[in-house]
């Protein structure tokens, strides 16, 4: 049985920033006793969410040690943190992944381990008729964030098949706009499609009645790609190697538990939300969204290549090149225990 996860935000408005613990202009050393962790109100961040929401990182980590965590919505504020020193660890996309590693001083943010692979699909509005690659000329086409997961995937799709979005001459209207903003154009009727990661893939399909019409993970080899990564601070790491091994072993630990118990999860999960949202999902949505991505501890180290080429091929990485040497950090993991990373 495969545990999936979901990148689940408020439907109905916009996160901003949820600040949990302290405030964001702290710039506190890090030391043996308190560790920072950034993440976000998705379901593909479930390990970080179910790991704090059922206390397993403080079980791990001892009464001494403090943790201080902070929800954000998008990943370049966790890198932003990561720069700054507000925040020692973080879960984010492949994206800022590689550009924090390219863009810290000393390529001192790294990836650390997996978190999840998978769970982002394309979806169809009811009302447009899009059923191959070639059905994208002069549509409108929305994902998240320009550079996020999804961005780099739609328009290398429309690349490899040829066509070019309107910015670059082309026929395929591209909006990046955030995730509510998008469900709110579905409903409208303003757009003919979306490359969304879970549950908003769901929820435009189960809710508004999209089709999808396609994973995204069956366009990548094995069907598995990063989706979500644990990255860190190596200063951090290096002067707190006690304290990052057993929250690393928690971060394991966790993913097994989540494999697990998928019904609990998706409880843990909606109650997280509720708490800290003000409103949940429908179990419906929190289910399947949850079968539709892997929560795994391998970062799957082909996939984040993969991603920096196609990433480079749209023009994201610079005119100069770029270098990946390096960027998964290396550590002796011959005592954590569950999902392995390699």
Partial sequence: M?????????????????????????????????????????IGHAIPI?????GFFETNLGEQVTIETRVFDSGPQAIESLFANSIDLAYVGPGPAING??????????????????????????????????DFSGKKIAAPQIGNTQD??????????GLKTADKGGSVIV???????????????????????????????????GKRLFFEEDLWPNQEFASVLLIGNVNFIEK?????????????????????????????????????LGQSLSDEVVD??????????????????????????????????YDLSGIFYLFDTNSIEGDNTT
């Fill in 101 to 134: 590693f390219l863009n810290s001083e000393n390529h001192s943010i790294k990836i650390l381990a997996g978190a999840a692979s998978g769970g982002a699909s394309f979806i169809v509005h009811p009302q447009s008729k899009i059923n191959m690659a070639s």
């Fill in 50 to 54: 179910v790991g704090m929401e059922k």
């Fill in 288 to 321: 399947i969204a949850l079968s539709n991505l892997v929560i795994t501890a391998n970062p799957i180290p082909d996939s984040v290549y993969s991603f920096a080429e196609k990433a480079d091929s749209l023009g994201y990485l610079g005119r100069n090149g």
């Fill in 2 to 42: 495969k545990t999936r996860a979901i990148i689940a935000t408020s439907i109905v408005g916009i996160i901003v920033l949820s600040v949990i613990g302290i405030s964001l202009n702290s710039n506190a050393e890090s030391n043996e006793n308190k560790i920072r962790i950034a993440y976000f109100p998705n």
């Fill in 175 to 209: 909006y990046n706009i955030p995730n509510p903003d998008i469900y709110t154009l579905f409903v409208k009727g303003e757009i003919d499609g979306a490359w969304v990661a879970e549950p908003w893939a769901t929820i435009l399909e189960t809710e508004l009645n």
């Fill in 240 to 276: 707190n190697p006690v304290l990052f091994t057993n929250f690393l072993d928690s971060h394991h630990k966790t993913a097994d538990w989540i494999y697990q118990n998928p019904v609990e999860t998706r409880n843990v999960f909606n109650t997280f939300l509720k708490s800290h």
């Fill in 152 to 161: 780099v995937s739609l328009r290398y799709y429309l690349s490899e098949n």
